[in-house]
C-alpha cells in the first residue's frame, strides 16, 4: 500500500519536512521522506481499498478523543500499552479525522495508545487521516474496528510452542499484555487442582557407584543453583549463600522425627537414618530444632514470601506452632494425596501435609487466581509417590526415603514465585527443589548436610539438564572431583594392602 507522509502546518516535522526524531518514531521509507508536500490525503479511488495513507505526524496536544467512546479500556490495558511502548517503540499509528472548522484532530482508533504515549511524554505521533471517508463511513469504521478486535481466538498449543521458543532464545519472561501467570500457565505442564498422572515423571535416582564425592563445606554451582554441603542450623551460612538476596519462597521437607526403618520404610530396605531428627529427638528437642532450622529459612524471605514446609500427622501441631512462633502467617495447610499408602500400623498413611504460611509486610504473589489462566488449584493434592529408580512396581524410594514429586513441587512455585525469584530450601534431600527449580525457570539456593545426597542432587540434576556441575572452590567439574576421589580411594586402599 503506497503511503505519504503530509507536511500539513499543524504537524511537528523537522526543518525538512521529515518526522521529527522522536522516541516513539517508526523507521520511515526513504521514498516516503521524499515524497512531495501534499494537502489533501490522495486516493487511487474512492472505493479503492488499496488507496495510499496518509500519514501526519501530528502534536499530541491538537488531538482529541471521540466524545463518544464506545468501548472502555479493560482495567491495566493502558499500563500495558506503555510497557509495550517502552520496550518496540510506537508501532501503530492512530486513525484520526480533521475536526470540522477546527485546526485539531479527533482520534478514530487508538484512544489507548494516545493515552498510553501521553503517559510517556509524547509530544508528536504518527497518524492516519481518514478525511476521505464521508462522516457516516468513519462512525461505521470505528465501530468495525472496535469489534474486530473481539474476534478470533488463540491457538493454544501454538501459543504455548511460539512463547516455549521465544524463551529458548532467550531474555526475560516478559511480554507485555500478557500476564506472567497466564504466560506460565501457557508454558507448564498441566495441572487439574493437584490432579496428577499416577505415572507423574520423576527425575531418575541414580545409583551410586565409587566413593562418596562430595565433602563437608563443598560448594557447588549448577548453572543457575548452588547447593552447599553442611547443616540447615547454621545461621549465617544462607546469608552467605544469597549475598544479600532475598528468597521469593521456601519449600522444604525437614525430617519427621520418625525412624525411617520399621516407619517410613521397612525393616529390611537397609535405609540408613538420616542425620539429625531421626527419631532421637524428644518433642521438645524436635520442636526446638524445627524452631532453628525454619527460623533461618523464615529469615532470608522477603516479605510476602511464601514457605512450604512438608509435616507428617504426628508433628502437624509442632508444624504449625513454630510457623506461629516465628511471625509467620499460616495461609492453609495442603494434603498431599497419594497412589499408593505407605508404612502404618492400625491405618497405613496415604497423605503428608505441606503447611503454607507467607511472611508479614506485604501481600503474596498469586498466580492461580482462582483458575483465571486455568490453573485450578486446592489444597488437595494429588501426585503419585516417588517411584523413581524402580525395578518394579513395588519397589519406591530406592535412592532416598522419602523423596517428593517434582511435579509438586513445581506447581507450588508456580503458585507464589516468578520467573528468576529465588527459591530456598535448607533440607534439599535428594534435590527435588533444585530440579523443580530448574523446570520452572527460577534460582534455588539448597543446603544438605548429608554428602551422599549431595552427590545424587548433582547427578540428578546433570541428568536432566545435560550441564556440568562446578565445585565453586578450584572450577573442577564433578565428574573431575569424582576422578580424584576414586583415585584417592584407589591409593588408600593399596596402601592398606602393604601394610597387611
Known sequence: MPVTFLNLPNTLNAPDGSPPSSAYAVNHPTDAMAAPNVTDNPTHGQNDPFRTLAIAWLA??????????????????EDAVVRAIERYGFRVPILVRKKTGSTRYEVVDGHTRLAAARRLGADSLPCILVDDLPEIEIRRLRLSLNKLQETGDWDRDALSLEIGEILEIGGDFQIPGFELAELEALCAEPADGGQANPDDDMAPLLERTGPVVTQPGDLWVLGDHKLFCGSARDDALLTALLGG??????????????????????????FEEFAEASGEMSDVAFTAFL?????????????????????????????????????????????????????????????????????????????VQL?????????????????????????????????????????????????GDLVVDLFLGSGTTLLAAERTRRRCV???????????????WQEMTGG??????????????AATRRQESADTIAYLAEDF
Open 446 to 460: 539448597g543446603v544438605e548436610i548429608e554428602p551422599r545426597y549431595v552427590d545424587l542432587s548433582i547427578r540428578r
Open 371 to 419: 483458575g483465571k489462566f486455568g490453573r485450578t488449584r486446592s489444597n488437595v493434592w494429588h501426585y503419585a509417590g516417588a517411584t523413581g529408580g524402580r525395578v518394579d512396581s513395588d519397589d519406591v524410594f530406592c535412592a532416598h526415603p522419602t523423596v517428593k514429586p517434582i511435579r509438586l513441587v513445581m506447581d507450588a512455585l508456580l503458585d507464589v514465585t516468578e520467573p
Open 468 to 481: 556440568r556441575a562446578i565445585l565453586a572452590v578450584n572450577g573442577e567439574t564433578f565428574e573431575e572431583r
Open 60 to 77: 499530541v496536544q491538537l488531538i482529541d478523543a471521540a466524545p463518544r467512546r464506545v468501548r472502555r479500556a479493560m482495567k491495566g490495558q
Open 245 to 270: 538476596r532475598a528468597a521469593a519462597a521456601v519449600f522444604t521437607d525437614p525430617p519427621y522425627n520418625v525412624k525411617i526403618n520399621g516407619h517410613v520404610r521397612g525393616k529390611d530396605q537397609g
Open 291 to 367: 524452631l532453628e532450622t525454619l527460623g533461618n529459612m523464615s529469615a532470608a524471605l522477603r516479605p510476602g514470601g511464601v514457605i512450604f514446609a512438608c509435616i507428617d500427622w504426628r508433628h502437624v501441631g509442632a508444624m504449625t506452632g513454630v510457623l506461629e512462633t516465628l511471625g509467620l502467617e499460616l495461609l492453609n495447610i495442603c494434603v498431599w494425596v497419594k497412589t499408593n499408602p505407605g508404612m502404618g500400623s492400625l491405618y497405613r498413611s496415604q497423605h503428608e501435609f505441606v503447611t503454607v504460611a507467607r511472611k508479614p509486610g506485604a501481600s503474596h504473589t498469586n498466580n
